[in-house]
Structures are given as C-alpha cells and as structure tokens.
Antibody, heavy 120, light 111 residues
Framework: QVQLQESGPGLVKPSQTLSLTCTVSGGSISGGNDYWSWIRQPAGKGLEWIGFIFTSGTTNYNPSLKSRVTISLDTSKNQFSLKLNSITAADTAVYYC????????????WGQGTMVTVSS | QSVLTQPPSVSGAPGQRVTISCTGSSSNIGAGYDVHWYRQLPGRAPKVLIYVNSNRPSGVPDRFSGSKSGTSASLAITGLQAEDDADYYCQSHDSSLSGSVFGGGTRLTVL
C-alpha cells in the first residue's frame, strides 16, 4: 500500500528556512490521493493544517502561515516538499505529510512525522 | 486556539461509555462539511477512527461510533478498554480557509 516518509533536517536556526520532503512509495503521487498536505503538531498541542498541493500543482495554504509557506511537487520523484521561511521557535513541531482524495476528505494516509527544532 | 472545539479531557472506567464533542461553526461543520475522527498514540501519527461523520474503516471495532448534527459532531466509545487511552481529534473542512481544520484534541483517560 501507499506509504509516506518525511525527510529533512531536525535542527534549523531561527530566521532560516525550514525545508522538508515527503516521499510517496508503493504507488503514484498522481493516483488516488490527489491532495497532499503538510500538518504540524507542537509538543503537547493539537494538529495544525499548513497547506496542500493538488497533483495539478495548485496550492492552498493556511492563512496564518500563507506569507511564509511554499509547497511544491516533483512527480518524477514521487515527492512533495514544504518550505517555511523566517522561522522562529514557535515553528518547533512534529511535521507530518498526509494525503486526501479531496480537500473535504479524511486524511487517510500519514507519514510517521519528523521532529523539527528551531534553535540557534 | 483551534477552529473546532473539543473538551481537553474525558475519562471513564473500563466498560463504560464516553462521548467526545466537536463544536464548529457555520463555515465548517454547520456548512455541511463532513467530520472525521482520529486517534493518536504517544509518538505516533494520527490514525483514522471515523470518516465521513459515522463510517468506520475496516479494523476499527463497532465500539466506536460517530454522529453529526448542526454545527457539532460527537464520537462515542462504548465498552471502554485500556487500549483506548489516547488523544482523539476531529477534523473538517472550513470554507474560510478553503482547507482543513482540526479540533484541539481530547485526552481520554481510562481509569
């Protein structure tokens, strides 16, 4: 079955750009789940949707993060990526990639999550 | 502050029934968007418990049920078991964000 795996640095300095990649394995990034999202969870807190990219390349971001977020797609590598710039300690969290069939649907596939700490 | 409101914690003894509420607004649950529920164990990714308001994925026991009415939804768990001790989250779509919103999460403690 389709699996997701996040990758990227676990430690990023304040004011820099956080870059993460989600690799889709066991299936095509363009088949079935067409909406690919990033979701984050600060320690001891709830889940926050960051944004999604549709397999056509269309994106939509949470307004609270929109000015700092870019999500991109590389279908040749079966990957999608997150860039979050001007990061602060408030961006320290576990970052998950996840997939939906539509923007209204359940996230029926999740990566295991990757912890990102913002610290100098 | 989460768009969807859940009680921070609920508890119950083994064998009892508990419910977890999820309250939204006219831009999400009240607009007719579906509600989904997840269970999250410590250090693990959320896992689907209920999708499209009341549907259970294969493998989820029928002790778990979901309902939706107006601007709210509920997750009910009957016959509580120790393994139900976890965090539970609701999720829906919000027209203001044109994206997904989550509840703040509810910690279920099995006494």
């Amino acid at each position: 079955q389709v699996q997701l795996q996040e990758s990227g640095p676990g430690l990023v300095k304040p004011s820099q750009t956080l870059s993460l990649t989600c690799t889709v394995s066991g299936g095509s990034i363009s088949g079935g789940n067409d909406y690919w999202s990033w979701i984050r969870q600060p320690a001891g807190k709830g889940l926050e949707w960051i944004g999604f990219i549709f397999t056509s390349g269309t994106t939509n971001y949470n307004p609270s993060l929109k000015s700092r977020v870019t999500i991109s797609l590389d279908t040749s590598k079966n990957q999608f990526s997150l860039k979050l710039n001007s990061i602060t300690a408030a961006d320290t969290a576990v970052y998950y990639c996840a997939g939906q069939r539509s923007p209204y649907d359940v996230f029926d596939i999740w990566g295991q999550g990757t912890m990102v700490t913002v610290s100098s | 502050q989460s768009v969807l409101t859940q009680p921070p914690s609920v508890s119950g003894a083994p064998g009892q029934r508990v419910t977890i509420s999820c309250t939204g607004s006219s831009s999400n649950i009240g607009a007719g968007y579906d509600v989904h529920w997840y269970r999250q164990l410590p250090g693990r990714a959320p896992k689907v418990l209920i999708y499209v308001n009341s549907n259970r994925p294969s493998g989820v026991p029928d002790r778990f049920s979901g309902s939706k009415s107006g601007t709210s939804a509920s997750l009910a768990i009957t016959g509580l078991q120790a393994e139900d001790d976890a965090d539970y989250y609701c999720q829906s779509h919000d027209s203001s964000l044109s994206g997904s919103v989550f509840g703040g999460g509810t910690r279920l403690t099995v006494l």
